[in-house]
């Protein structure tokens, strides 16, 4: 079955410690999206990506970093400079479509639980 | 720019009742509008949508109406069960990007 397949589910770090979430899609879509959710609030955008070897930084990007090597992967790296890196992570991604053309329907993932100790 | 708002959490219903969420949006030209779920421990579903005024979207017997002149897409359900329990969020369409709103949690008890 196509889908997006987040790991690890729950992942534990230590301050100053940096981490990796995977995210792989086999759905063939172009755009690939990583939100962060905090307790009681909504989604806030990392970072995104519409094409290999290129990407975009969302409304809270600072402390992570992303890369796009491959059209099937989006790993999400959260680095010791995130002060407050406690959240769930969630990946998704979707079909290109114009601005306001209704495709960018996003399939998610079932996401990663980071816990900084 | 864009936003969305949705009305606070928690809803507490009872099983068979009326569900109504309200959510309002700002922006700027001809959005798509969403509603997406979320069930606990998981990551978000596609629950409807609507791409253009006056388009009514509808899943699970869930409907929301796009309606430009009160800029809202009003989630509706006429008999919620206790496996609706969830978050639910609202979310239009940016520049190949979505915006949520905070989201708004729901509690059916039997």
């Known amino acids: 079955d196509g889908g997006i397949t987040q790991s690890p589910k729950y992942l534990f770090r230590k301050e100053g410690q940096n981490v990796t979430l995977s995210c792989e899609q086999n759905?063939?879509?172009?755009?690939m999206y990583w939100y962060r959710q905090d307790p009681g609030q909504g989604l806030r955008l990392i970072y995104y990506s519409q094409i290999v070897n290129d990407f975009q930084k969302g409304d809270i990007a600072e402390g992570y970093s992303v890369s796009r090597e491959k059209k099937e992967s989006f790993p999400l790296t959260v680095t010791s400079a995130q002060k407050n890196p406690t959240a769930f992570y969630l990946c998704a991604s979707s079909n290109l479509g114009g601005a306001y053309s209704g495709a960018n329907v996003l399939t998610f993932g079932a996401g990663s639980r980071l816990t900084v100790l | 720019g864009n936003s969305v708002t949705q009305m606070e959490g928690p809803v507490t219903l009872s099983e068979e009742a009326f569900l109504t969420i309200n959510c309002t949006y700002t922006a700027t030209g001809y959005p798509s509008l969403f509603w997406y779920v979320q069930y606990p421990g998981e990551g978000l579903q596609l629950l409807l949508k609507a791409t253009k005024a006056d388009d009514k979207g509808s899943n699970k017997g869930f409907e929301a109406t796009y309606r430009k002149e009160t800029t809202s897409f009003h989630l509706e359900k006429g008999s919620v069960q206790v496996s609706d329990s969830a978050v639910y969020f609202c979310a239009l369409s940016g520049y190949n990007k979505l915006i949520f709103g905070a989201g708004t949690r729901l509690a059916v008890h039997p």
């Open positions: 759905l063939n879509h172009d755009a």
